[in-house]
């Protein structure tokens, strides 16, 4: 994957039309989310420098995390504070909070996944299956559990990471990843999302798939 390549993705990316209850908030709509795209960029770029093979799919960025940001389970704290243990999002990178991050707390999924991966020194490729912020039609600032048709949409991109990275293992984080994996073909393990209360079984999953030898 190249800087060219990351560039084109991300632009593919900001191309899929909004709709009532789906926001891409990478669109040229807004001059905030040129912002989220640049932040994307950054994160497959320093991504690709680590070279993982395994990607995490999650469900859909949430109000409170990717929505703000423009990454995969991150919240506004991950790019006001100091790098992480595995060196990312510090400062002095170019990650940038866009405006309409202020007052917006921070989305705590982000943090528990972060948190084990850390405990598990674990670093893979973080996506969703449907990765645009899915909400309640009229009520902007709230979840919605994507459809089989947004999750559909959603398709290709992570099918392009597959590509563009060289990953050797998919797992699915929660059961719309998994059924969207499933539907495109791929028969892959499946943990338990780390929301609602499910890091530890999240937590356990990923021990389990490590122990038996998933490829790093």
Same mark, same amino acid.
């Given at each position: 994957?190249?800087?060219?390549?990351?560039?084109?993705?991300?632009?593919?990316?900001?191309?899929?039309?909004?709709?009532?209850?789906?926001?891409n908030?990478?669109?040229?709509?807004?001059?905030?989310?040129?912002?989220?795209?640049?932040n994307?960029?950054?994160?497959?770029?320093?991504?690709?420098?680590?070279a993982?093979?395994?990607?995490?799919?999650?469900?859909?960025?949430?109000?409170?995390?990717?929505?703000?940001?423009?990454?995969?389970?991150?919240?506004r704290?991950?790019?006001?504070?100091?790098?992480? %243990?595995f060196?990312?999002? +510090?400062p002095?990178?170019?990650? *940038?909070?866009p #405006?309409?991050?202020? &007052?917006?707390?921070?989305?705590?999924?982000?943090?528990?996944?972060?948190?084990?991966?850390?405990?598990?020194?674990?670093?893979?490729?973080?996506?969703?299956a449907?990765?645009?912020?899915?909400?309640?039609?009229?009520?902007?600032?709230?979840?919605?559990?994507?459809?089989?048709?947004?999750?559909?949409?959603?398709?290709?991109?992570?099918?392009?990471?597959?590509?563009?990275?060289?990953?050797?293992?998919?797992?699915?984080?929660?059961?719309?990843?998994?059924? %969207?994996l499933?539907?495109? +073909?791929?028969d892959?393990?499946? *943990?338990?999302? #780390?929301?609602?209360? &499910?890091?530890?079984?999240f937590?356990m999953?990923?021990?389990?798939?490590?122990?038996?030898?998933?490829?790093?």
């Amino acid at each position: 994957m190249t800087a060219s390549s990351v560039g084109t993705f991300v632009e593919r990316l900001s191309a899929v039309p909004s709709g009532p209850g789906l926001n891409n908030f990478f669109d040229h709509s807004e001059p905030a989310n040129a912002q989220r795209r640049r932040n994307l960029e950054l994160y497959l770029q320093e991504m690709l420098d680590r070279a993982p093979k395994v990607l995490l799919l999650g469900e859909a960025p949430g109000f409170r995390g990717m929505r703000i940001t423009g990454v995969p389970f991150t919240n506004r704290t991950m790019f006001q504070g100091p790098a992480n %243990s595995f060196g990312l999002f +510090g400062p002095g990178k170019g990650y *940038v909070l866009p #405006p309409d991050a202020a &007052g917006v707390a921070a989305e705590p999924t982000a943090t528990v996944m972060w948190e084990v991966l850390a405990e598990l020194d674990f670093l893979p490729v973080l996506w969703s299956a449907c990765p645009w912020h899915t909400h309640v039609p009229g009520k902007p600032q709230s979840n919605r559990t994507p459809r089989t048709t947004e999750a559909r949409l959603g398709t290709e991109f992570w099918q392009t990471l597959v590509e563009l990275f060289g990953i050797e293992t998919v797992v699915a984080v929660g059961n719309v990843a998994h059924r %969207s994996l499933l539907a495109s +073909g791929m028969d892959v393990p499946k *943990v338990r999302h #780390p929301s609602h209360g &499910g890091r530890s079984g999240f937590t356990m999953g990923l021990e389990q798939l490590l122990i038996g030898g998933m490829q790093t």
